[in-house]
């Protein structure tokens, strides 16, 4: 049973205009959530986090949103550019994290 | 500082033969978490190792296995593989491995093939 749920596989998104990643998860226990990035051949990096207490966090052109009674976290990038191309996965936990299936994103110049 | 190191990068195996996969963790991070990406499947907790001890155990059968060492390497064993356990094995360390407070850093992964 997946916990973390990123329904769409893939994205596509011209240069410039906003990015919108979703994710869903099941346990309203789950009290930190976080954003990771990954390109082919390399392991994930650390995009942006955000606990339970907030509802949104911004860094840069990066902005995570928490919707908490939806169970809903969602990833927003302005601008996109090309180099945002790539896999991204959500994960939710408390002691330990559960990792969504990802999305890749495309960006089109 | 060196980034979090994974050996090898690609292994071809076949049935029901074992591997052990190596990961070295930043230096000063103690906590180290494997994980397995399959495409379709993300990436699936494995387990989570601090100070010699498994911390976290994921739902995975007891074929997979792992350790830690005194210097916070770790090592993962899969014994009598299957050819579904071809996938990217990942290590992931982090200070203490509080979620929350700690920012877990990946490796570039282990791609096993098995045949």
């Known amino acids: 049973d997946q916990q973390v749920k990123q329904n769409s596989p893939s994205l596509s998104v011209q240069e410039g205009r906003i990015s919108i990643l979703n994710c869903d998860y099941t346990n309203s226990m789950f009290d930190y959530f976080l954003w990771y990035k990954k390109y082919p051949a390399e392991g994930p990096t650390f995009l942006i986090s955000?606990?339970?207490?907030?509802d949104k966090n911004e860094d840069g052109r990066f902005t995570v949103f928490l919707n908490k009674s939806a169970k809903h976290l969602s990833l927003h990038i302005v601008p996109s550019q090309p180099g945002d191309s790539a896999v991204y996965f959500c994960?939710?936990?408390?002691?330990?994290?559960?990792f969504g299936t990802g999305t890749r994103l495309k960006v089109l110049a | 500082k060196a980034g979090v190191t994974q050996t090898p990068r690609y292994l071809i195996k076949t049935r029901g033969q074992q591997v052990t996969l190596s990961c070295s963790p930043i230096s000063g991070h103690r906590s180290v978490s494997w994980y397995q990406q399959t495409p379709g499947q993300g990436l699936q907790f494995l387990f989570e190792y601090f100070s010699e001890t498994q911390r976290n155990k994921g739902n995975f059968p007891g074929r997979f296995s792992g350790r830690q060492f005194s210097n916070s390497r770790s090592e993962m064993n899969v014994s009598t593989l299957e050819l579904g356990d071809s996938a990217l094995y990942l290590c992931?360390?982090?200070?203490?491995?509080?979620?929350?407070?700690?920012?877990?850093?990946f490796g570039p992964g282990t791609r096993l093939t098995v045949l």
């Open positions: 955000i606990s339970s207490i907030k």
């Open positions: 994960a939710a936990g408390t002691y330990k994290y559960i």
């Open positions: 992931a360390s982090s200070l203490a491995g509080l979620a929350g407070t700690d920012t877990q850093y």
